[in-house]
């Protein structure tokens, strides 16, 4: 059963024809894109001014649910490291939870940097994480653009169906889904990186933290 909270904030990612997949090239050139509906309202919760454009897109069939964030960031920050952990945690991103009941127990996250450089996770409520998981049959592919960074990928819906992530009511299959993005950016005074935090949904929290029920809402998967 979602929470009230959950219903208030619905994405409809639409279907595409049984026959037909996106050609996943980080770009954004499939025509299909232009069916998908534009989700524009991403806000900062934990800091006063104004965030710069994010836009998301989502389109499936019976094999995959396809995504595409467009960010606008004229201060692109990549982060160092030997492993994908190290690079996406100190790198500007944008991310997608996956979770398989209102009560975050257990949600599955999706955390893709500008390179292309993905950190995948199994976790429960509150931060238990498992960093050992990985997404099966995910496919992610990244550009620079003129204005920003273009993320596109896929995954498979056996895959969320799997892990229990698929859920079905009387209206159609539904995520209970988070939608985010780490806007970071260079100090002028070359000191340490700022941070600051981009969702789809206030989670009304006190300090920033998107591992948090409040800030899950729903894709459903509509024809």
């Given at each position: ?30 025509p ?6 534009v ?13 710069p454009?994010?836009?998301f ?50 949600y ?16 429960r ?13 995910l ?7 003129d204005v ?9 819906i ?12 009387n ?5 209970i889904?988070?939608l ?20 789809w ?22 024809h």
């Amino acid at each position: 059963m979602l929470s009230s909270h959950q219903q208030s904030k619905v994405y409809e990612a639409r279907r595409l024809k049984a026959v037909h997949s996106i050609v996943i090239d980080g770009r954004g050139h499939d025509p299909s894109w232009q069916l998908a509906h534009v989700l524009t309202d991403f806000s900062f919760p934990w800091t006063k001014r104004e965030p710069p454009a994010t836009e998301f897109r989502a389109l499936w069939n019976e094999e995959r649910l396809y995504f595409r964030f467009d960010v606008t960031d004229a201060d692109i920050v990549l982060g160092d490291g030997a492993d994908a952990m190290d690079k996406v945690i100190g790198s500007d991103r944008v991310e997608i939870f996956f979770s398989t009941g209102p009560e975050l127990n257990p949600y599955y996250g999706l955390e893709m940097d500008p390179r292309g450089e993905v950190l995948a996770y199994e976790a429960r409520f509150h931060r238990q994480m498992n960093w050992a998981w990985s997404c099966d049959g995910l496919v992610v592919v990244t550009a620079r653009t003129d204005v920003g960074y273009l993320v596109e990928g896929s995954i498979l819906i056996d895959t969320l169906r799997k892990l229990n992530c698929l859920h079905k009511d009387n209206e159609s299959k539904y995520l209970i889904a988070g939608l985010y993005r780490a806007e970071f950016s260079h100090s002028r005074s070359g000191g340490p990186v700022i941070e600051d935090w981009m969702s789809w949904i206030d989670p009304q929290v006190e300090s920033p933290d998107f591992h948090v029920p409040s800030s899950f809402g729903v894709i459903r998967l509509v024809h």
